[in-house]
């Protein structure tokens, strides 16, 4: 259920029982089947986050004090003192859990301290024992133990912060070797909370920004688990990521009002956008190389690694045939981009390839920005006509500065463009007045 | 009710496994610093804008590198465990490495870095001694003066208690005072 549609309702009902559209009878009867109005979010929302501040700067404040005189307190009495952040954490959640279980506020402010004294203890056990640098472990021991708070206090900062804390392990564990792969498991621990906040309402402010960091965290962690021979793909992997971002925010969360409120559309065009502009050079196209020795590897997780990677190209294809069937042309268009990418991947004479793809990306960047256009048109929906003049200037911009390309080239490729600019507006113009 | 019993019993679970950790971590250093084999590992000289990072010194080591057995195979970052032995000179050094942990001798647990067949990196579990900030530029100023690349006259090193696999650093001396007290003392003159 959407609380802004079920107020719009309610500021509706007034009006048209007045006209005698519906009757005063069925006015009510409306109003007893959707519940009282929602309240208002915007000062509850501010005293949650004056709470989430407030918690984090009195945390903050108290260490500092305690690092001022650290040197003088002998080492019992520091490693005692370690674990006053996490009892104050602890008391707090407790009290809040009896107490303040109904507000927001409280849980999450509870919750942010609650996460944040954790890490605080570890690491002033670790200054108090100089212990050694291994950030990985550290990351992975304080993101496990404030998991649980997520679910005790129903928090959407703790699953954030705790998407964030595996995310970074991961990535460190990219870099020294480690078993990144945990990251899938790990990350979808916190999903049944996000699963029990959007079935209530979908499109609350809540639900949009954890989507934007599970989404976020995702993409670093995609990166993370592309893994020696894997590293190649990661054209054709982010390509269906960014596809499946952008059409699964499509099929689920398309009455979001703006960019904040429809996270996956928002990064799924810009991963789409960006990516692809990428493509339109011929640097990557010059340095791609997975053909020598795909199946030579020793690594014992490596056909895991493959079919975590294997996903988002499988998924991409199913919600590209599910905007297929909706006859969906914006989805039409952006699916095509995971088989461009790997028909550029699957491509072997390396010296045509790296002419055809970027002017392929040339064209697909090209429609996507025409399409985005009359889509803005068709709506009647200004920012998506911007957004469609904004990828078209984008690529404008890129061939322009393009070093790669002659003058001659550039400019032939320009008049052309142009031209069919031109053409095409003298067409629509046509088939407007006929419609008139 | 039932729920909100069910609620309480499962914070005061979560809290105890919270508490469990770093009491853990406490109580295995501690009893390493009291119970440990002192061994003391020498200082590498270091690159002056390398040595201190915010409030702590990162420590190098000279004995870093380590021979590995012909019939194992190690990967990169894997966890391993290194005998250690005392040369003449009084200083730690590395013995065999192993996938288990000896029985008969002091042992670290540390992960490889680049195995070869020459050998592999070892990343100890201790690579720091954290300072009050107010001393920490003259710490390091003391420190770098004796280390520096082609300094032979004053031996550093770090006293390290050893137990069990892990190993805590006790302080870090530049010839016989530890280096915090060499820099009072010259603070004061």
Redesign the interface.
């Known amino acids: 259920m959407n609380i802004k549609h079920v107020q719009w309702l309610y500021d509706e009902l007034p009006g048209l029982a007045q006209q005698g559209v519906v009757s005063a009878e069925i006015a009510e009867k409306l109003r007893q089947h959707y519940g009282p109005a929602p309240k208002a979010d915007a000062r509850r929302l501010t005293i949650t986050l004056f709470g989430i501040l407030g918690a984090v700067l009195i945390g903050g404040g108290i260490i500092l004090l305690l690092a001022h005189n650290w040197e003088e307190l002998t080492r019992p009495v520091r490693a005692a003192i370690s674990f006053v952040p996490l009892l104050a954490g602890l008391g707090l959640a407790g009290w809040v859990l009896l107490e303040k279980s109904q507000s927001t506020a409280w849980r999450e402010g509870a919750a942010t301290f609650w996460a944040l004294s954790i890490g605080t203890a570890i690491s002033l056990i670790a200054q108090t024992y100089n212990l050694g640098g291994d950030f990985g472990d550290f990351m992975l021991i304080w993101t496990l133990l404030g998991l649980p708070i997520v679910y005790l206090l129903r928090s959407g900062v703790a699953t954030a912060l705790y998407w964030v804390g595996v995310a970074t392990w991961a990535l460190h564990a990219r870099i020294m070797s480690g078993v990144e792969l945990w990251f899938w498991p790990l990350m979808s621990l916190a999903l049944p909370h996000l699963w029990r906040t959007a079935r209530r309402d979908r499109y609350h402010p809540r639900v949009s920004w954890l989507i934007w960091v599970l989404a976020i965290c995702v993409s670093v962690g995609t990166g993370a688990s592309l893994k020696e021979q894997l590293a190649d793909c990661w054209m054709v992997v982010y390509a269906s990521l960014f596809t499946v971002m952008w059409l699964a925010g499509r099929q689920w969360f398309d009455e979001g009002a703006g960019v904040r409120r429809q996270p996956l559309q928002s990064l799924g065009a810009a991963g789409i956008v960006g990516l692809s502009l990428v493509l339109t050079f011929k640097a990557p196209w010059e340095e791609l190389s997975w053909h020598s020795h795909w199946w030579a590897s020793e690594e014992p997780l490596a056909w895991w690694r493959l079919a975590v990677v294997t996903l988002w190209p499988v998924a991409a294809m199913c919600f590209w045939g599910a905007a297929l069937r909706r006859r969906d042309l914006a989805g039409k268009v952006a699916g095509v981009m995971p088989l461009l990418a790997a028909l550029g991947f699957a491509w072997q004479d390396q010296a045509a390839r790296k002419i055809g793809m970027p002017l392929v990306f040339d064209a697909f960047l090209l429609a996507v920005g025409v399409a985005t256009v009359i889509g803005g048109i068709r709506e009647r929906r200004l920012s998506v006509t911007n957004a469609g003049m904004l990828i078209l200037s984008l690529l404008i911009i890129a061939r322009f500065f393009d070093s790669d390309l002659s003058f001659v080239a550039r400019g032939l490729t320009f008049v052309a463009v142009g031209a069919g600019f031109l053409v095409t507006n003298l067409f629509l113009v046509k088939r407007m007045k006929v419609a008139q | 009710m039932k729920s909100s019993k069910m609620?309480?019993g499962?914070?005061a679970a979560?809290?105890a496994?919270?508490?469990a950790?770093?009491?853990s971590?406490?109580v295995r250093?501690?009893l390493t610093?009291q119970q440990g084999t002192v061994f003391r590992f020498k200082t590498a000289p270091v690159d002056p804008y390398d040595a201190f990072r915010g409030r702590?010194a990162a420590l190098q080591f000279e004995e870093n590198r380590v021979r590995l057995p012909t019939d194992k195979h190690f990967?990169?970052?894997q966890k391993a465990y290194v005998a250690l032995e005392t040369d003449r000179d009084g200083f730690a050094k590395f013995g065999a490495v192993s996938d288990v942990a000896p029985k008969d001798k002091p042992y670290l647990r540390v992960?490889l870095a680049w195995p070869e067949a020459s050998g592999a990196q070892v990343r100890?579990?201790?690579?720091?001694?954290?300072l009050?900030e107010n001393?920490a530029p003259a710490a390091e100023q003391v420190y770098w003066q004796n280390n520096r690349r082609g300094q032979t006259n004053t031996a550093s090193y770090a006293l390290v208690r050893v137990r069990n696999g892990t190993g805590?650093?006790e302080d870090v001396f530049v010839g016989d005072k530890p280096l915090t007290q060499l820099v009072r003392e010259q603070r004061k003159k």
Do not use: M, S
């Open positions: 609620l309480i499962v914070f979560v809290a496994v919270q508490l950790v770093p009491a971590l406490i250093h501690e610093l702590y990967a990169n970052g992960h100890l579990p201790f690579d720091r001694l954290y009050e001393i805590v650093i």
